[in-house]
């Protein structure tokens, strides 16, 4: 017991004083976070500068103005049609609205035909939905509100979107679109029979950092524990291990300190990885904190496992390097790390279901922010074990003290 | 080294387990592969001395020490080390013995005193860091980080940790490899305090003067196989009653010229040396300056001295010992 102690504090001092190990296990993954955090979450504020150019100048353009003001995701930025245009190409507008002449008159027309309709008869379903037609490619998108029955009031509103920026286009497409149906069903005075109410289960930048914070903690696990095959085979290549082995010390003790190690260096990245969620993107855990470590545990567990596996087969330190490279480097692009496994190409999402890396982070996930499950957590988890059992057995059979 | 008589396991019969030699080796076999490294070995080593295993690299010295160390299995034959079989049960073994591994780096980001300390940790019983630092002389040096010592450094604390568990039987792989000779002298005084303490050593070296100042007696081992084993006057005597005359060699004269020169009993040439191994030194110098004189050359470094371990090994082997 005191030599398991003794050993890992050497395993500790040896670590923390060697300048680069420290670098990588630690400033890597932060600096993973920070910069795909910033790109992702575009600086963390997902609010679009839309243009507004309104050629009617009615009370009914003023009106419609005010329900588009109303959306936080949007930012109008009045002005002309021409510099509206201009200052999209110029990048510092992600897509312009345009109220046409005539919208306010078109809307009166609509106004009385309703009236009209409601004091005559019963005969609804005769009304063309109101719909956004949608012309891709073609730089602009003509968001069509039409009112009902009578055709020849109808009036578009048109909304020019880059087609290179094709997430925020469409966002902007579908938020004007929304915006457009809600005020056609006002007017038709059809109460909704159907809604949509959106909720989020973390604060509102949570989309893509909420996202990344627990795959990037699933990316360091993974790393710290297959890492663990380079200082490994050095040890054996310097014959510090058959040197220990000419000692009376146990080798489950030798085994065990490097394991502690790992988890100490598993449990600061957690802490770190989870301060820097919570403090820069505001991500916080959701789940039982004692979820939370099992998961960890058993993460940094699994991947250390596969660390001797590694270091079982590798005979020089540099050839442990290279194959914890070939081992790490699919496994943080194929599983899901960065993004969702379900928007993969198709032939590498088999890949991504063998990967014990999308079961970590798929659990970390569910644990952390309440992601949606890739697969269920006890199977996250015994996929997990799975992983570590086989790759204990075999690097039991191979692992060589020399 | 403070080891009283009842450290021995706390056994009874003392007297007969003093007898008992430390180490017994009886056909020793070890190969890797197609290559045999031990070819069936045997020898035994007292308790209280100094044995060396003499050859050069490949001979086979480090597999056997390992084999003793419990560190590797042998192919065939038996090996007891205290009185236990190191094949079977190399654990009990550990406890009680000292190693020194050849090549050592060992924790480079630690300093002496910390794996001091950790390998201190190891054993049940343990030596004082101060006085193992004072043994091997790397008290001042007790901060630095190992991966800042010299070679020499590195190896005089290899030599320590050896020390660490205050050892019955300590094993010394070429403990003097990479030092000066300073560093290589007081390793040998330190050697020999171990030897006064009642230490048993076992050490392996193609050092000819290590053999010659330090061991008790000296197992030649080449090729898998001991030559030759005995005390250094016994190797020397049995082998060479006679003198060596040694010149550069030159190339006017045929070595078999040169053996049947008068009281020549065996002619060799080595690194650039020619030695006339001879039983009467007058009439073999006599004939060799005659015969140069003749062919009108001049034999340069002349010079006789009496034969050493180097000769012994020369003459087993038909290769130097250093290569």
């Known amino acids: 017991m005191n030599a398991l102690l003794t050993l890992t504090i050497a395993n500790i001092r040896s670590f923390t004083r060697d300048r680069t190990a420290l670098f990588w296990t630690f400033a890597f993954p932060v600096i993973f976070v920070l910069l795909f955090g910033a790109i992702f979450s575009g600086g963390g504020s997902t609010r679009y500068a839309v243009g507004w150019v309104d050629q009617d100048g009615t009370a009914a353009s003023a009106e419609l103005r005010q329900a588009f003001a109303q959306i936080t995701l949007l930012r109008l930025h009045d002005g002309s049609l021409a510099a509206s245009l201009d200052a999209m190409r110029q990048g510092n507008l992600q897509a312009v609205v345009v109220v046409p002449h005539g919208y306010g008159a078109a809307i009166a027309r609509s106004a009385q ?45 048109q909304v020019y979107t880059d087609p290179s920026q094709q ?53 360091a696990l993974m790393q710290l524990g297959v890492f663990a095959a380079v200082p490994l085979v050095a040890q054996r290549e310097k014959l510090i291990l058959k040197r220990l082995n000419a000692t009376p010390l146990p080798r489950w003790t030798l ?60 005979r020089t330190e ?62 996250d988890l015994g996929i997990l074990a799975a992983w570590l059992v086989v790759c204990l057995g075999i690097a039991a059979r191979f692992f060589r003290w020399e | 080294m403070a080891r009283g008589a009842d450290c021995s396991g706390g056994r009874s019969g003392l007297n007969a387990e003093l007898q008992e030699p430390v180490i017994e080796v009886d056909g020793l076999r070890k190969r890797y592969g197609d290559v045999v490294a031990v070819d069936g070995i045997g020898f035994a080593v007292r308790r209280g001395e100094i044995f060396g295993l003499l050859g050069p690299n490949g001979a086979g010295k480090t597999t056997t020490v390992e084999i003793l160390e419990g560190l590797r299995k042998p192919d065939a034959g038996t090996v007891r080390v205290l009185g236990i079989d190191a094949a079977r049960a190399p654990e009990r073994i550990k406890e009680r013995i000292g190693v020194q591994l050849q090549t050592v780096s060992l924790y480079p980001f630690l300093t002496v005193t910390e ?59 070429e403990p003097t490899t990479g030092m000066d000779p300073q560093a290589r002298r007081s390793l040998w005084s330190l050697v020999q305090r ?35 084993l005995g005390t250094v006057d016994e190797l020397v005597s049995r082998r060479f009653r006679e003198r060596a005359v040694h010149f550069e060699t030159l190339p006017e004269l045929d070595l078999r010229e040169l053996g049947d020169l008068a009281g020549v009993k065996r002619a060799v040439v080595e690194d650039g040396q020619t030695v006339l191994y001879t039983a009467d030194v007058g009439a073999t110098i006599g004939a060799l300056l005659a015969r140069t004189e003749a062919l009108g050359l001049e034999p340069r470094n002349l010079g006789i001295r009496r034969a050493t371990l180097e ?5 087993l082997t038909g290769h130097a010992l250093r290569e």
């Open chain 1, 113 to 157: 035909v309703i009236a009209g309709r409601t004091s005559g008869a019963a005969a609804p379903g005769g009304s063309p939905a109101p719909g956004a037609s949608a012309t891709p490619g073609g730089g602009a998108v003509h968001a069509g509100l039409v009112a009902p029955s009578l055709a020849p009031a109808a009036v578009e509103l």
């Open chain 1, 167 to 219: 997430s925020s286009s469409a966002t902007i497409r579908q938020i004007v679109s929304q915006v457009v149906s809600s005020l056609d069903l006002a007017l038709t005075g059809r109460p909704p029979a159907l809604g949509v109410s959106d909720r989020t289960l973390q604060s509102q930048r949570l989309t893509n950092a909420a996202f990344l914070v627990p795959g990037i903690l699933g990316m």
């Open chain 1, 255 to 314: 085994v065990g300190s490097n394991v502690v190690l790992r988890l100490l260096i598993g449990l600061v990245q957690t802490v770190l990885l989870l301060g820097i969620g919570s403090v820069v993107f505001g991500v916080t855990v959701l789940g039982a904190p004692w979820l939370m470590a099992l998961v960890v545990i058993l993460g940094a567990l699994t991947f250390t496992s596969i660390g001797y596996v590694v270091a079982s087969f590798a």
């Open chain 1, 318 to 379: 540099e050839s442990a390097n290279g194959i914890v490279q070939v081992v790490q480097f699919p496994m943080m692009f194929l599983s899901g790390v960065f993004f969702p496994i379900e928007i993969m190409p198709a032939v590498l999402r088999p890949v991504a279901a063998v990967l014990p890396l999308t079961y970590l982070g798929d659990a970390l996930r569910q644990v952390m922010v309440g992601g949606s499950a890739y697969a269920p957590l006890p199977l």
């Open chain 2, 115 to 173: 794996v001091l300390d950790l390998f201190r940790s190891f054993y049940r019983h343990s030596m004082p860091t101060a006085w193992l630092l004072e043994a091997v002389e790397l008290g001042e040096r007790r901060d630095a980080q190992t991966r800042h010592l010299s070679g020499g450094q590195r190896q005089r604390l290899s030599v320590a940790l050896a020390l660490v568990n205050d050892p019955e039987l300590v094993f010394l792989d």
């Open chain 2, 194 to 228: 171990l030897r006064e303490q009642g230490t048993t050593v076992l050490l392996t070296t193609h050092y000819m003067e290590e053999a010659e100042q330090l061991c008790d007696r000296v197992a030649v081992m080449d090729h898998g196989h001991v030559l030759e």
């Open chain 2, 311 to 315: 000769d012994v090994f020369l003459d």
